[in-house]
């Protein structure tokens, strides 16, 4: 049994079963890599053994790693409920690997044969809907593998957690417990999703102008509670981000989010409704640059501009590491005019992980012979192993194992054997594994289109570029004979910042905005990619 980012193999002789893919988010000092996934060199020479890649739910971090590992892995046949295949759908479609993938869907309740496993989905609940554990049955023992979950009992989709058949594989035996640590440090329990129809109820009945809520376009259930709410409330609904367009459309298809006729209008159309008429869905409330709700709280929206008297409300809580671009994105709002509304200030987001009590209750109620904390950092691990012994599971039986980790299980043993290759592989556009460092591609780059640096002077007080942006280059083309390609260039840097409005003040948005502009007007001319720098002075 191996582990990776949120990855896991489950191997016995010649069948190997894999659960989940995820993928991770680059950490700062990670600079210009744009995803990182697990590393499956362990399995390269052994794809041809995998009887199946079984998939919990649709979120980033446990189906994100697909498109870049199915082609390594010869595409495996995948399983999973209907919306976690419709999300992996929209996914490689994006990546133009529809045809090879081989998608099954599975529901709540079924059971499969793989080799010489034996799995069986049952209902979790968790903050997408649709979302599954595991029970592998394997000629040593039944492991059970809980996905990421929380005991809601008033879940949006009204499904919770399926206790009878977690009891019932308790009564059966099980080996071993793999469970969700992520929320492992709360005490309590974790508040049921209904709190947030609640505080959207008095949103709602409280706000006279246009509504705006962000969240993440995976989380259809709060998609859900807006177009309930808005209904209430006389609103109509308008969506905007390409990826929550594209998930909410294929939700309505697969019927997992409910909106009769007329409730959801195109975004041009809701505009020209009156504020007290109009409620809008996006993404961003994780400060992502570039998304929906950044490109508004910069001014720089193609279709929304926030105007005084909007009330916007950001449904999640920032993932440690997005703080300060979401408290960025909170300022902006504020200087366009708006009202803010976030975790802190409102129960506006629950988590859709369990809290102590439940993974107790979890712990409790499977009764595994071994217990092995899974998803989370390794203090979360570590303080979900120590849950589990003050419940009365002696330390040797509980587990805390780390990517890469191999795990040797028998009937009656289990321990820690080894390790295998399971580090970082960082992904960059559409290639994978192809950097091994950062540097190694910067010069790449620099090496093949040489380097571009483009400086503008903003004025302070208005935050407005002061003349055009001066750019020099080196190694791209000779300056002198493309004067004319450098000045429309100039004229590009500046127009792409002329779109903000001048008291947004957020120079790392703008010398994004400047590199991008530039890149797409450079590879357009030249069919070339120079490194591009992007500098803001102030005067
Ligand atoms: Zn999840
Ligand atoms: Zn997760």
Not at 14 to 19: A, P
Not at 394 to 404: K, L, Q, R
Request: proline share 5%; with cysteine; glycine share 8%.
């Amino acid at each position: 049994m191996r582990f990776g980012k949120n990855m896991m193999a489950v191997e016995f002789q010649d069948d190997i079963v894999l659960i989940d893919g995820g993928l991770m988010f680059p950490e700062d000092e990670m600079l210009g890599i744009d995803l990182v996934i697990p590393d499956v060199t362990y399995l390269l020479d052994k794809a041809h053994k995998i009887r199946g890649w079984l998939i919990t739910h649709g979120h980033e971090d446990h189906v994100g790693g697909l498109p870049y590992l199915l082609p390594q892995l010869d595409f495996p046949p995948l399983y999973g409920t209907r919306l976690t295949q419709g999300l992996i759908q929209v996914k490689l479609d994006e990546h133009h690997l529809l045809a090879d993938a081989q998608l099954n869907v599975i529901q709540a309740g079924d059971s499969l044969n793989l080799g010489c496993f034996q799995a069986e989905f049952f209902r979790v609940c968790h903050s997408i809907p649709d979302s599954v554990g595991i029970a592998l049955h394997t000629p040593v023992g039944t492991i059970v593998h809980t996905g990421d979950f929380k005991l809601d009992h008033t879940p949006v989709d009204g499904k919770p957690t399926d206790y009878a058949k977690l009891a019932q594989l308790s009564a059966q035996g099980v080996l071993a417990l793999f469970s969700d640590s992520t929320r492992v440090e709360a005490p309590g329990y974790t508040p049921s999703e209904k709190t947030i129809s609640d505080t959207f109820d008095t949103v709602f009945n409280n706000t006279e102008g246009r509504l705006i809520v962000a969240t993440f376009a995976s989380l259809i259930s709060r998609v859900q509670q807006v177009v309930d709410t808005a209904m209430k409330y006389q609103r109509k609904v308008g969506v905007v981000g390409r990826s929550m367009l594209n998930n909410v459309h294929m939700a309505r298809e697969l019927g997992y989010l409910k909106v009769p006729e007329g409730v959801i209008l195109p975004i041009e159309e809701i505009l020209a409704l009156r504020p007290e008429q109009i409620a809008i869905v996006t993404t961003g409330a994780q400060g992502e640059p570039g998304s929906a709700l950044s490109r508004m709280a910069n001014g720089d929206h193609r279709f929304v501009s926030i105007v005084p008297g909007d009330t916007v409300v950001l449904s999640s809580s920032p993932i440690p590491g997005n703080e300060e671009a979401v408290a960025r994105n909170i300022g902006n709002l504020y200087r366009q005019g708006a009202k803010v509304l976030y975790h802190r200030l409102l129960p506006v987001h629950v988590s859709g992980h369990a809290s102590q009590e439940e993974l107790k209750f979890m712990i409790n109620l499977v009764k595994p012979k071994y217990f092995v904390p899974i998803h989370g950092e390794f203090q979360h691990l570590v303080l979900h192993a120590r849950l589990a012994e003050s419940l009365g599971w002696p330390a040797e039986d509980v587990i805390v194992a780390e990517d890469g980790d191999v795990l040797e299980f028998t009937q009656t043993s289990a321990r820690k054997n080894g390790k295998v290759q399971a580090g970082y592989v960082f992904v960059d556009g559409l290639g994978v594994g192809d950097i091994g460092t950062v540097v190694l591609r910067d010069r790449r780059h620099l090496a093949q289109d040489g380097i571009l640096v483009a400086v503008v002077t903003v004025d302070r007080q208005t935050g407005r570029a002061a003349g055009l942006p001066d750019i020099i280059s080196r190694g791209f083309v000779y300056q002198r004979d493309n004067e004319e390609l450098i000045e429309e260039a100039r004229q590009v840097a500046l127009e792409s910042l002329n779109h903000q409005k001048d008291h947004t003040a957020d120079y790392g948005y703008a010398k994004n905005k400047m590199r991008d502009a530039l890149s797409a007007f450079l590879y357009e001319r030249t069919k070339r990619r120079p490194m591009i720098l992007s500098v803001v002075v102030e005067v």
